[in-house]
Nanobody, 119 residues
Framework: QVQLVESGGGLVQSGGSLRLSCAAS????????MGWYRQAPGKQRELVAS???????NYADSVKGRFTISRDNAKNTVYLQMNSLKPEDTAVYYC?????????????WGQGTQVTVSS
């Protein structure tokens, strides 16, 4: 199993910044990608940003140019730098680690960290 522990959420004013961190431990061998998802009240969980071992990164259109995902492989940690935050960024943010399987992928999730952006 992979354990993911997130930190860095909180309350910030519109236009402010936050940095989320997610440390992976346990059976980390074989993790092919890590990323961040978010879920706002009454909405489905959505991808925010992801980074693969190849270096490929992917961002939701709504955060491009404002958020940056990065990864420290030596620390098994992925970060999400969030700038120019907007009230619509308010959500619970979840860290994800993915292992590719022959027939299906295995996803692991953190417990979530609340990000609240006030207007």
């Amino acid at each position: 199993q992979v354990q993911l522990v997130e930190s860095g959420g909180g309350l910030v004013q519109s236009g402010g910044s936050l940095r989320l961190s997610c440390a992976a431990s346990g059976s980390i061998f074989g993790i092919a990608a890590m990323g961040w998802y978010r879920q706002a009240p009454g909405k489905q969980r959505e991808l925010v940003a992801s980074t693969a071992n190849s270096g490929y990164t992917n961002y939701a259109d709504s955060v491009k140019g404002r958020f940056t995902i990065s990864r420290d492989n030596a620390k098994n940690t992925v970060y999400l730098q969030m700038n120019s935050l907007k009230p619509e960024d308010t959500a619970v943010y979840y860290c994800n680690a993915r292992k590719f399987g022959a027939f299906k992928n295995n996803d692991y999730w953190g417990q979530g960290t609340q990000v609240t952006v006030s207007s």
